[in-house]
T-cell receptor, first 112, second 117 residues
């Protein structure tokens, strides 16, 4: 079946540092890939997505590229802020419908 | 536009009881799905409903059930509660017309936190 593996946290960074969260997946077919973020006390919200190989998703300074050859979708941000402190989830979605397979989540803490 | 609304936000039950959780999707979203979030298992898909029909179901026992009403509101029920059912239950809605054949963006509610004693 489908699975998503992402690096375990917590990841602690200083403001303006570079952030990378690794994500690899196993899937049949051609899934869509997502990064969701969960801020403290809030529900999950979509950060970015990519629907086919070599697509790059971007939002709020975050980027991730769908790499089919390495089955990866690593999240990056060049300069983090305290407000980026959250839990980040990598996920893949099947061809249609709402079934997402999530990674375990990575907690990121950005210190001033 | 109001977001996904889940009620109740917090509840405490004892083993053997049953619980019903409610979800009101974003207006116009006819697709609703449910997820369970626990520290040990992470986020796991429970089921998905569209136009009052269950479209997909995750790997959970039959004690977990759900339904969707004609106004797209959804409920999930857990019977004969076990300690391991303690979790945050998240509802998400989607506009099936968005995203084409690929999984469109899901909009999540803040969840219902269930504690089983």
């Amino acid at each position: 079946g489908n699975s998503v593996t992402q690096m375990e946290g917590p990841v602690t960074l200083s403001e303006e540092a570079f952030l990378t969260i690794n994500c690899t997946y196993t899937a049949t077919g051609y899934p869509s890939l997502f990064w969701y973020v969960q801020y403290p006390g809030e529900g999950l919200q979509l950060l970015l997505k990519a629907t086919k190989a070599d697509d790059k998703g971007s939002n709020k300074g975050f980027e991730a590229t769908y790499r089919k050859e390495t089955t990866s979708f690593h999240l990056e941000k060049g300069s983090v802020q305290v407000s980026d402190s959250a839990v980040y989830f990598c996920a893949l979605g099947e061809a249609a419908g709402n079934k997402l397979t999530f990674g375990g989540g990575t907690r990121v803490l950005v210190k001033p | 536009k109001a977001g996904v609304t889940q009620t109740p936000r917090y509840l405490i039950k004892t083993r053997g009881q049953q619980v019903t959780l409610s979800c009101s999707p974003i207006s116009g979203h006819r697709s609703v799905s449910w997820y369970q979030q626990t520290p040990g298992q992470g986020l796991q898909f429970l089921f998905e409903y569209f136009s009052e029909t269950q479209r997909n179901k995750g790997n959970f026992p039959g004690r977990f059930s759900g339904r969707q009403f004609s106004n797209s509101r959804s409920e999930m029920n857990v019977s004969t509660l076990e300690l391991g059912d303690s979790a945050l239950y998240l509802c998400a809605s989607r506009d099936p017309l968005a995203g084409g054949l690929t999984t469109g963006e899901l909009f999540f509610g803040e969840g219902s936190r269930l504690t089983v004693l």
